[in-house]
């Protein structure tokens, strides 16, 4: 089993910087793709970040050089960050922290359902 725990949303003006944060522990053996998702209200959930093991990230043209994904690993549990510099209010979400087997060139991670385990998610809002 995985666990996947998200922290860091909230509040943020536009053209500001918020930095999210995810802690994956359980069975990390197989992982190997993982990224980040959000649902905006309204809207289907989108993937918009994604990075394989040892390799540089892969970015949704709605965030790309903006948002800057990072990957690390200690003895039981991978951290993930998000950077989220300069967003709009479009930006205003639910973020989600998701990870799955098999490299991330192996799925369509845009869409909703692209990965098997999922964080609870965390709110980010952008106010203008």
Partial sequence: QVTLLESGGGSVQAGGSLTLSCAVSGDLERLYCMGWSRQAPGKKREGIAVIDARKSPYYADSVK????????????????????????????????????????????????????????????????
């Fill in 65 to 128: 050089g903006r948002f800057t994904l990072s990957r690390s690993k200690d003895n039981d549990k991978y951290s993930l960050s998000l950077s989220m510099n300069d967003p709009d209010p479009s930006a205003t979400a639910m973020y989600y922290c998701a990870a799955d087997f098999g490299g991330c060139g192996l799925k369509d991670w845009t869409s909703s359902d692209a990965f098997r385990y999922w964080g609870q998610g965390t709110q980010v809002t952008v106010a203008s």
